[in-house]
């Protein structure tokens, strides 16, 4: 069984950062896309971002574009959000997932992805 911890959320005021930790447990993920969503109170799941499982590739929602950089250290099992310029439309509750080996992109859904974090809080405050 495998299982993901997040760490690395807290309370930022606008404009500052922080860096998302996302550790793997129980089965390397060097093949596995890892994702990155987030959840706001009283909405649905949203897509941040993902990286491919070798990391040449990553996609994310426009909102945070050129703003977040996703990465990963497969040697580590470990996944990370960068988080720049943070927006307090950005606080939510962030989740990191991994996909079945050999998942087609563009993984987007939250159904696309078979293991889960139980989240970091993000709090972005004006």
């Known amino acids: 069984q495998v299982q993901l911890v997040e760490s690395g959320g807290g309370l930022v005021e606008a404009g500052g950062s922080l860096r998302l930790t996302c550790v793997a447990f129980?089965?390397?993920?060097?093949?596995?896309?890892m994702g990155w969503f987030r959840q706001a109170p009283g909405k649905e799941r949203e897509f941040v971002a993902v990286i491919s499982h070798g990391g040449a590739y990553s996609h994310y929602t426009d909102s945070v574009k050129g703003r977040f950089t996703v990465s990963r250290d497969n040697a580590k099992n470990t996944a990370y959000l960068q988080m720049n310029s943070l927006k307090v439309e950005d606080t939510a509750t962030y989740y990191c997932a991994a996909a079945e080996r050999g998942a087609l992109w563009p993984l987007r859904g939250p159904g696309d992805y078979k293991y889960w974090g139980q989240g970091t809080q993000v709090t972005v405050s004006s």
């Open positions: 129980g089965r390397t993920l060097y093949n596995s896309s």
